[in-house]
Protein backbone atom coordinates (compact mmCIF):
# COMPACT_ATOMS: atom_id res chain seq x y z
CA UNK A 1 0.00 0.00 0.00
CA UNK A 2 2.61 2.19 0.65
CA UNK A 3 4.37 2.08 -2.80
CA UNK A 4 0.67 2.77 -4.11
CA UNK A 5 0.36 6.00 -1.95
CA UNK A 6 3.42 7.12 -3.10
CA UNK A 7 2.49 6.70 -6.41
CA UNK A 8 -0.44 8.29 -5.87
CA UNK A 9 1.35 11.68 -4.12
CA UNK A 10 3.92 11.53 -7.39
CA UNK A 11 1.26 11.49 -9.87
CA UNK A 12 -0.50 14.60 -7.57
CA UNK A 13 3.03 15.94 -8.47
CA UNK A 14 3.17 15.31 -11.81
CA UNK A 15 -0.25 17.18 -12.27
CA UNK A 16 0.84 20.13 -10.66
CA UNK A 17 4.14 20.55 -13.02
CA UNK A 18 2.21 19.97 -16.38
CA UNK A 19 -0.44 22.68 -15.00
CA UNK A 20 0.02 26.21 -15.45
CA UNK A 21 -3.19 26.30 -13.41
CA UNK A 22 -5.26 23.61 -11.99
CA UNK A 23 -7.95 22.19 -12.69
CA UNK A 24 -8.92 19.26 -15.39
CA UNK A 25 -9.01 20.84 -18.62
CA UNK A 26 -5.51 21.72 -18.68
CA UNK A 27 -4.16 19.83 -21.82
CA UNK A 28 -0.82 17.99 -22.55
CA UNK A 29 -1.20 17.33 -26.60
CA UNK A 30 -1.75 13.51 -26.86
CA UNK A 31 0.78 14.09 -30.79
CA UNK A 32 3.42 15.54 -28.41
CA UNK A 33 3.18 12.85 -25.81
CA UNK A 34 3.52 9.20 -27.85
CA UNK A 35 6.68 8.00 -26.36
CA UNK A 36 9.40 6.60 -28.34
CA UNK A 37 8.31 4.63 -31.78
CA UNK A 38 8.89 1.45 -30.43
CA UNK A 39 6.36 1.79 -27.61
CA UNK A 40 3.96 3.75 -29.99
CA UNK A 41 3.84 0.63 -32.64
CA UNK A 42 3.26 -1.45 -29.43
CA UNK A 43 0.20 0.59 -28.18
CA UNK A 44 -0.99 0.68 -31.32
CA UNK A 45 -1.65 -2.92 -31.90
CA UNK A 46 -5.70 -3.81 -31.98
CA UNK A 47 -6.25 -4.45 -28.50
CA UNK A 48 -7.28 -8.31 -28.02
CA UNK A 49 -10.62 -7.61 -26.66
CA UNK A 50 -11.49 -4.96 -29.11
CA UNK A 51 -14.92 -7.16 -30.61
CA UNK A 52 -17.57 -6.19 -28.75
CA UNK A 53 -20.28 -2.87 -29.10
CA UNK A 54 -17.99 -0.77 -26.34
CA UNK A 55 -15.23 -1.24 -24.87
CA UNK A 56 -13.32 -0.47 -21.60
CA UNK A 57 -9.92 0.57 -20.59
CA UNK A 58 -9.32 -0.68 -17.06
CA UNK A 59 -6.43 -0.09 -14.84
CA UNK A 60 -6.96 -2.51 -11.82
CA UNK A 61 -6.03 -5.86 -13.23
CA UNK A 62 -7.17 -7.99 -9.83
CA UNK A 63 -10.60 -6.83 -10.60
CA UNK A 64 -11.21 -7.85 -14.01
CA UNK A 65 -12.87 -11.30 -13.71
CA UNK A 66 -15.77 -9.21 -11.52
CA UNK A 67 -16.00 -6.53 -14.68
CA UNK A 68 -15.89 -9.47 -17.21
CA UNK A 69 -18.66 -11.10 -15.27
CA UNK A 70 -20.58 -7.25 -15.08
CA UNK A 71 -19.89 -7.26 -18.65
CA UNK A 72 -21.49 -10.49 -19.37
CA UNK A 73 -24.84 -9.79 -17.28
CA UNK A 74 -25.66 -6.38 -18.79
CA UNK A 75 -25.10 -8.50 -22.41
CA UNK A 76 -27.60 -10.53 -20.85
CA UNK A 77 -29.70 -8.04 -19.85
CA UNK A 78 -29.72 -5.46 -22.92
CA UNK A 79 -27.64 -7.43 -25.95
CA UNK A 80 -24.99 -4.88 -25.49
CA UNK A 81 -21.69 -6.38 -25.91
CA UNK A 82 -18.90 -4.83 -23.19
CA UNK A 83 -15.21 -5.63 -23.90
CA UNK A 84 -12.85 -5.45 -20.70
CA UNK A 85 -9.08 -4.70 -21.69
CA UNK A 86 -7.38 -4.52 -18.12
CA UNK A 87 -3.86 -3.15 -17.61
CA UNK A 88 -1.89 -3.65 -14.94
CA UNK A 89 1.95 -4.35 -13.59
CA UNK A 90 4.43 -1.72 -15.50
CA UNK A 91 2.07 -0.94 -18.25
CA UNK A 92 1.96 3.33 -18.89
CA UNK A 93 -1.84 3.05 -19.19
CA UNK A 94 -1.97 7.06 -20.66
CA UNK A 95 0.72 6.36 -23.03
CA UNK A 96 -1.04 3.05 -24.20
CA UNK A 97 -3.93 5.38 -24.63
CA UNK A 98 -2.01 7.85 -26.78
CA UNK A 99 -0.86 5.07 -29.07
CA UNK A 100 -4.40 3.73 -29.50
CA UNK A 101 -5.66 7.40 -30.13
CA UNK A 102 -2.50 7.64 -33.08
CA UNK A 103 -4.12 3.95 -34.76
CA UNK A 104 -7.65 5.27 -34.45
CA UNK A 105 -8.45 2.42 -32.08
CA UNK A 106 -9.49 4.56 -28.63
CA UNK A 107 -11.30 2.40 -26.51
CA UNK A 108 -15.05 4.03 -25.76
CA UNK A 109 -14.50 4.10 -21.96
CA UNK A 110 -10.78 4.54 -19.88
CA UNK A 111 -9.25 5.34 -16.87
CA UNK A 112 -7.88 8.65 -16.00
CA UNK A 113 -5.82 8.74 -12.05
CA UNK A 114 -5.37 12.35 -12.31
CA UNK A 115 -5.72 15.97 -13.57
CA UNK A 116 -2.70 15.65 -15.99
CA UNK A 117 -4.38 12.10 -17.26
CA UNK A 118 -7.54 13.97 -18.00
CA UNK A 119 -5.62 16.60 -19.40
CA UNK A 120 -4.63 14.45 -22.25
CA UNK A 121 -7.61 14.57 -23.28
CA UNK A 122 -9.40 18.15 -23.21
CA UNK A 123 -12.04 18.31 -26.28
CA UNK A 124 -12.00 14.43 -26.27
CA UNK A 125 -14.21 13.38 -23.37
CA UNK A 126 -18.03 13.21 -22.89
CA UNK A 127 -19.85 15.68 -20.42
CA UNK A 128 -21.61 12.90 -17.90
CA UNK A 129 -22.93 15.83 -15.96
CA UNK A 130 -26.67 14.93 -16.75
CA UNK A 131 -26.43 11.27 -16.80
CA UNK A 132 -29.28 9.99 -14.01
CA UNK A 133 -26.14 8.75 -11.65
CA UNK A 134 -24.22 12.12 -11.48
CA UNK A 135 -26.82 13.44 -8.21
CA UNK A 136 -25.94 9.85 -6.28
CA UNK A 137 -22.50 11.00 -5.32
CA UNK A 138 -20.37 13.61 -4.65
CA UNK A 139 -17.29 12.15 -6.04
CA UNK A 140 -17.54 12.64 -9.83
CA UNK A 141 -14.16 14.17 -11.78
CA UNK A 142 -14.80 17.69 -12.57
CA UNK A 143 -13.09 19.90 -15.42
CA UNK A 144 -12.40 23.48 -14.87
CA UNK A 145 -16.07 24.49 -16.03
CA UNK A 146 -17.63 22.34 -12.94
CA UNK A 147 -18.59 19.26 -15.67
CA UNK A 148 -18.44 15.68 -14.61
CA UNK A 149 -16.14 14.27 -17.26
CA UNK A 150 -15.22 10.74 -14.63
CA UNK A 151 -17.35 8.05 -13.42
CA UNK A 152 -16.50 7.41 -10.02
CA UNK A 153 -16.20 3.52 -9.38
CA UNK A 154 -14.71 3.22 -5.77
CA UNK A 155 -14.41 5.41 -3.26
CA UNK A 156 -10.62 6.04 -0.43
CA UNK A 157 -10.90 7.62 2.82
CA UNK A 158 -8.85 10.12 4.96
CA UNK A 159 -9.99 9.81 8.78
CA UNK A 160 -9.04 9.40 12.37
CA UNK A 161 -9.20 5.73 12.15
CA UNK A 162 -9.86 3.84 15.40
CA UNK A 163 -10.61 0.36 16.90
CA UNK A 164 -13.96 0.20 18.26
CA UNK A 165 -13.79 -2.54 20.52
CA UNK A 166 -11.09 -0.50 22.45
CA UNK A 167 -12.94 2.78 22.60
CA UNK A 168 -15.93 0.59 23.71
CA UNK A 169 -14.00 -0.75 26.68
CA UNK A 170 -12.59 2.33 27.53
CA UNK A 171 -16.53 3.91 27.76
CA UNK A 172 -15.70 6.24 24.67
CA UNK A 173 -18.49 6.50 22.05
CA UNK A 174 -16.11 8.35 19.20
CA UNK A 175 -19.37 9.98 18.30
CA UNK A 176 -18.84 11.78 21.06
CA UNK A 177 -15.26 13.01 19.94
CA UNK A 178 -16.57 16.58 18.12
CA UNK A 179 -13.88 18.74 18.78
CA UNK A 180 -10.82 19.54 20.48
CA UNK A 181 -11.82 19.70 24.16
CA UNK A 182 -13.66 16.30 23.38
CA UNK A 183 -10.36 14.47 21.52
CA UNK A 184 -8.22 15.67 24.45
CA UNK A 185 -10.60 14.20 26.95
CA UNK A 186 -10.91 10.76 25.22
CA UNK A 187 -6.95 10.62 24.62
CA UNK A 188 -6.49 11.10 28.68
CA UNK A 189 -8.76 8.52 29.26
CA UNK A 190 -7.00 5.93 27.20
CA UNK A 191 -3.99 6.97 28.00
CA UNK A 192 -5.09 6.05 32.08
CA UNK A 193 -6.59 2.83 31.06
CA UNK A 194 -3.25 1.71 28.82
CA UNK A 195 -2.24 -1.27 31.08
CA UNK A 196 -6.01 -2.70 31.40
CA UNK A 197 -7.02 -2.14 27.61
CA UNK A 198 -3.71 -3.39 26.57
CA UNK A 199 -2.23 -0.76 24.79
CA UNK A 200 1.49 0.38 23.81
CA UNK A 201 0.17 3.87 23.16
CA UNK A 202 -3.31 5.88 22.64
CA UNK A 203 -2.39 6.64 18.71
CA UNK A 204 -0.16 5.21 16.05
CA UNK A 205 1.23 8.21 14.31
CA UNK A 206 4.44 8.58 12.60
CA UNK A 207 6.67 11.52 11.69
CA UNK A 208 9.24 9.89 9.89
CA UNK A 209 10.04 12.49 6.85
CA UNK A 210 12.34 10.01 4.39
CA UNK A 211 10.26 7.81 3.24
CA UNK A 212 6.04 9.17 5.40
CA UNK A 213 6.58 12.89 4.73
CA UNK A 214 3.49 11.95 2.30
CA UNK A 215 1.66 10.62 5.23
CA UNK A 216 2.32 14.07 7.24
CA UNK A 217 2.59 16.72 4.30
CA UNK A 218 -0.09 15.52 2.18
CA UNK A 219 -3.08 13.03 3.83
CA UNK A 220 -2.40 14.97 7.51
CA UNK A 221 -2.39 18.22 6.08
CA UNK A 222 -5.04 17.48 3.64
CA UNK A 223 -7.40 18.18 6.71
CA UNK A 224 -6.01 21.20 7.32
CA UNK A 225 -7.64 22.24 3.68
CA UNK A 226 -10.81 20.48 3.56
CA UNK A 227 -11.88 18.55 7.31
CA UNK A 228 -15.28 20.03 7.74
CA UNK A 229 -15.85 21.95 4.21
CA UNK A 230 -18.05 21.13 1.49
CA UNK A 231 -16.87 19.24 -1.41
CA UNK A 232 -16.43 22.24 -3.82
CA UNK A 233 -15.24 25.07 -1.27
CA UNK A 234 -11.74 25.39 -1.89
CA UNK A 235 -11.02 28.23 0.59
CA UNK A 236 -7.82 26.72 1.87
CA UNK A 237 -6.38 25.29 -0.96
CA UNK A 238 -7.07 28.81 -3.40
CA UNK A 239 -5.13 30.37 -0.31
CA UNK A 240 -2.41 27.98 -0.25
CA UNK A 241 -2.42 28.40 -3.87
CA UNK A 242 -1.08 32.16 -3.28
CA UNK A 243 1.67 30.49 -0.78
CA UNK A 244 -0.46 31.34 1.93
CA UNK A 245 -1.85 29.41 5.02
CA UNK A 246 -4.92 30.76 7.66
CA UNK A 247 -3.20 30.96 10.40
CA UNK A 248 -5.96 30.57 12.55
CA UNK A 249 -7.55 27.56 11.60
CA UNK A 250 -3.78 25.85 11.04
CA UNK A 251 -3.12 26.99 14.85
CA UNK A 252 -6.13 25.04 15.43
CA UNK A 253 -4.85 22.03 13.57
CA UNK A 254 -1.43 22.52 14.95
CA UNK A 255 -2.75 21.91 18.26
CA UNK A 256 -4.10 18.53 17.27
CA UNK A 257 -1.18 17.32 16.18
CA UNK A 258 0.65 18.93 19.19
CA UNK A 259 -1.59 16.00 21.19
CA UNK A 260 -0.94 13.53 18.34
CA UNK A 261 2.93 13.87 19.34
CA UNK A 262 1.99 13.58 23.14
CA UNK A 263 0.20 10.18 23.00
CA UNK A 264 1.89 8.53 20.01
CA UNK A 265 4.26 5.26 20.45
CA UNK A 266 8.07 7.01 21.05
CA UNK A 267 9.27 4.27 19.59
CA UNK A 268 6.76 5.11 16.18
CA UNK A 269 6.68 8.69 16.67
CA UNK A 270 10.30 10.00 14.82
CA UNK A 271 11.48 7.08 13.38
CA UNK A 272 8.79 4.04 12.82
CA UNK A 273 7.89 2.86 8.96
CA UNK A 274 4.29 2.77 7.74
CA UNK A 275 4.55 -1.03 8.16
CA UNK A 276 4.71 -1.09 11.78
CA UNK A 277 2.34 2.03 12.24
CA UNK A 278 -0.44 -0.49 10.80
CA UNK A 279 0.87 -3.72 12.40
CA UNK A 280 0.82 -1.69 15.64
CA UNK A 281 -2.73 -0.82 14.83
CA UNK A 282 -3.71 -4.27 13.54
CA UNK A 283 -2.53 -5.90 16.24
CA UNK A 284 -4.58 -3.82 18.68
CA UNK A 285 -1.12 -2.06 20.20
CA UNK A 286 -2.86 1.55 19.72
CA UNK A 287 -6.52 2.55 19.36
CA UNK A 288 -6.02 5.19 16.62
CA UNK A 289 -3.75 5.36 13.66
CA UNK A 290 -3.28 8.43 11.25
CA UNK A 291 -3.72 6.65 8.41
CA UNK A 292 -6.53 6.01 5.27
CA UNK A 293 -9.02 3.47 4.26
CA UNK A 294 -6.34 1.69 2.63
CA UNK A 295 -5.24 0.30 5.21
CA UNK A 296 -8.23 -2.50 5.54
CA UNK A 297 -6.81 -4.42 2.71
CA UNK A 298 -2.93 -4.49 5.03
CA UNK A 299 -4.88 -5.93 8.35
CA UNK A 300 -7.14 -8.39 6.46
CA UNK A 301 -3.94 -9.88 3.82
CA UNK A 302 -0.47 -9.56 5.17
CA UNK A 303 -1.15 -8.52 8.70
CA UNK A 304 -4.03 -10.39 9.16
CA UNK A 305 -2.60 -12.99 11.81
CA UNK A 306 -2.33 -10.28 14.33
CA UNK A 307 -5.50 -8.70 12.89
CA UNK A 308 -7.19 -12.10 13.85
CA UNK A 309 -5.39 -12.61 17.44
CA UNK A 310 -6.47 -9.15 18.41
CA UNK A 311 -10.50 -10.30 17.28
CA UNK A 312 -10.73 -9.27 13.98
CA UNK A 313 -11.70 -5.88 16.06
CA UNK A 314 -14.48 -3.69 14.36
CA UNK A 315 -13.01 -0.41 13.30
CA UNK A 316 -13.98 2.97 12.32
CA UNK A 317 -13.25 6.46 11.84
CA UNK A 318 -14.02 9.65 13.07
CA UNK A 319 -13.14 13.23 11.91
CA UNK A 320 -9.57 15.09 12.54
CA UNK A 321 -11.90 17.46 14.30
CA UNK A 322 -9.50 20.31 15.73
CA UNK A 323 -11.61 22.69 15.59
CA UNK A 324 -15.36 22.01 17.60
CA UNK A 325 -18.72 20.57 14.71
CA UNK A 326 -15.82 19.51 12.37
CA UNK A 327 -17.85 16.49 10.67
CA UNK A 328 -16.50 15.18 7.63
CA UNK A 329 -13.95 12.51 6.72
CA UNK A 330 -12.33 13.32 3.30
CA UNK A 331 -13.34 10.44 0.46
CA UNK A 332 -11.80 10.95 -3.14
CA UNK A 333 -11.97 8.33 -5.98
CA UNK A 334 -8.52 7.18 -6.80
CA UNK A 335 -8.76 7.31 -10.23
CA UNK A 336 -12.00 7.34 -12.74
CA UNK A 337 -13.61 6.48 -15.90
CA UNK A 338 -13.90 8.52 -18.33
CA UNK A 339 -15.90 8.43 -22.15
CA UNK A 340 -14.40 9.57 -25.24
CA UNK A 341 -16.71 11.20 -27.81
CA UNK A 342 -17.53 8.92 -30.83
CA UNK A 343 -20.20 6.91 -32.34
CA UNK A 344 -20.63 4.88 -28.96
CA UNK A 345 -21.02 7.71 -26.97
CA UNK A 346 -24.96 6.91 -26.08
CA UNK A 347 -24.01 3.39 -25.27
CA UNK A 348 -21.20 4.09 -23.11
CA UNK A 349 -23.13 6.02 -21.04
CA UNK A 350 -25.82 3.61 -20.71
CA UNK A 351 -23.13 1.00 -19.24
CA UNK A 352 -22.08 3.21 -16.66
CA UNK A 353 -25.70 4.44 -16.06
CA UNK A 354 -26.19 0.73 -15.52
CA UNK A 355 -23.37 0.14 -13.35
CA UNK A 356 -24.20 2.85 -10.91
CA UNK A 357 -27.15 0.93 -10.41
CA UNK A 358 -28.34 -1.81 -8.24
CA UNK A 359 -26.94 -4.43 -10.40
CA UNK A 360 -24.32 -2.91 -11.60
CA UNK A 361 -23.39 -2.01 -7.67
CA UNK A 362 -23.38 -5.34 -6.59
CA UNK A 363 -21.09 -6.51 -9.09
CA UNK A 364 -18.76 -3.42 -7.86
CA UNK A 365 -19.26 -3.84 -4.23
CA UNK A 366 -19.74 -8.01 -3.87
CA UNK A 367 -17.21 -9.19 -6.58
CA UNK A 368 -14.27 -6.25 -7.19
CA UNK A 369 -14.29 -4.77 -3.63
CA UNK A 370 -15.03 -1.46 -4.37
CA UNK A 371 -16.56 0.89 -1.56
CA UNK A 372 -19.11 2.57 -3.39
CA UNK A 373 -19.47 6.30 -4.30
CA UNK A 374 -22.64 6.67 -4.68
CA UNK A 375 -25.17 7.41 -1.88
CA UNK A 376 -28.26 4.74 -2.97
CA UNK A 377 -25.84 2.14 -2.59
CA UNK A 378 -27.28 -0.55 -0.31
CA UNK A 379 -24.16 -2.92 -0.86
CA UNK A 380 -21.33 -2.79 1.51
CA UNK A 381 -17.81 -3.98 0.47
CA UNK A 382 -16.18 -7.09 2.44
CA UNK A 383 -13.78 -4.10 3.69
CA UNK A 384 -13.10 -2.88 7.86
CA UNK A 385 -13.41 0.38 6.69
CA UNK A 386 -16.78 -0.22 4.24
CA UNK A 387 -19.11 0.57 6.30
CA UNK A 388 -17.72 3.72 7.76
CA UNK A 389 -17.07 5.20 4.29
CA UNK A 390 -21.13 3.77 3.11
CA UNK A 391 -22.28 5.79 6.58
CA UNK A 392 -20.28 9.11 5.89
CA UNK A 393 -20.98 9.07 2.10
CA UNK A 394 -24.82 8.17 2.56
CA UNK A 395 -25.18 11.10 5.34
CA UNK A 396 -23.13 13.76 2.51
CA UNK A 397 -20.64 14.26 5.17
CA UNK A 398 -17.01 13.94 3.01
CA UNK A 399 -15.14 16.44 2.23
CA UNK A 400 -12.84 16.36 -1.18
CA UNK A 401 -9.17 15.84 -1.30
CA UNK A 402 -7.72 19.42 -2.29
CA UNK A 403 -4.36 18.00 -1.49
CA UNK A 404 -3.46 16.55 -4.76
CA UNK A 405 -3.67 20.03 -6.37
CA UNK A 406 -0.84 21.41 -4.37
CA UNK A 407 2.35 22.67 -5.86
CA UNK A 408 4.44 19.38 -6.45
CA UNK A 409 6.90 18.00 -3.61
CA UNK A 410 5.38 20.39 -1.12
CA UNK A 411 5.18 16.89 1.14
CA UNK A 412 8.80 15.76 0.34
CA UNK A 413 10.68 19.48 0.37
CA UNK A 414 8.74 21.28 2.89
CA UNK A 415 6.00 19.84 4.71
CA UNK A 416 7.83 16.51 6.03
CA UNK A 417 10.74 17.91 7.64
CA UNK A 418 8.74 20.56 9.50
CA UNK A 419 6.08 17.48 11.11
CA UNK A 420 9.41 15.78 12.17
CA UNK A 421 11.07 18.78 13.76
CA UNK A 422 7.71 19.61 15.59
CA UNK A 423 7.39 15.83 16.43
CA UNK A 424 11.13 15.99 18.03
CA UNK A 425 10.41 19.04 19.78
CA UNK A 426 13.15 21.54 17.74
CA UNK A 427 9.87 23.49 17.20
CA UNK A 428 8.63 23.88 20.78
CA UNK A 429 4.92 24.48 19.99
CA UNK A 430 1.77 24.91 17.93
CA UNK A 431 2.35 28.94 17.64
CA UNK A 432 5.74 28.34 16.29
CA UNK A 433 4.50 26.01 14.03
CA UNK A 434 2.23 28.11 12.46
CA UNK A 435 5.04 30.26 12.18
CA UNK A 436 7.42 28.19 10.57
CA UNK A 437 5.32 26.54 8.21
CA UNK A 438 3.30 30.04 6.85
CA UNK A 439 7.45 31.12 6.54
CA UNK A 440 8.33 28.12 4.61
CA UNK A 441 5.18 27.40 2.55
CA UNK A 442 6.20 31.41 1.67
CA UNK A 443 9.51 31.17 0.63
CA UNK A 444 8.50 27.51 -1.46
CA UNK A 445 5.55 28.73 -3.54
CA UNK A 446 7.50 32.20 -4.48
CA UNK A 447 10.10 29.70 -6.19
Known sequence: MKKKLL??????????????????????????????????????????????????????????????????????????TVAIESMGGGVNIQDTLKGYFQADNMPDIFVCGSDADFGNWTGKLADLSNEPWAADTDAGYKDADGKIIGFPYTTEAIGLAYNADILEKA???????????????????????KDELGLTAVIGWCCEAKDLYWSTGSHSFANYLDAGLSRDDTTYSDLLAEGKIDEARFQKYAEMIALFNQYSDPALLTSGTYDQQILGFASGK??????????????????????????????????????????????NSPSWWAVFENDNTQKAKDFLTWLAGDAGQKFLVEDAGFISPFKSCKYVANDPFAQTITDYTAAGKTSSWHWLKNKASLDQNVLGQLYLDYALGSIPDAATFTQVVSQQIAAYYAQ
Open 171 to 193: GIDPASITGPESMKAAFETLDAK
Open 286 to 331: YAFVTQGSWIGATMTSDDAEQYAAAGNFKVGMIPYAFDEGIDTILT
Open 7 to 80: ALVLVAAMAMGLMACGGGSSSASSDAAAGDAEKTEEAAAPAASSEGDIRLVNGKIEVDAALKAAAEAYKAETGV
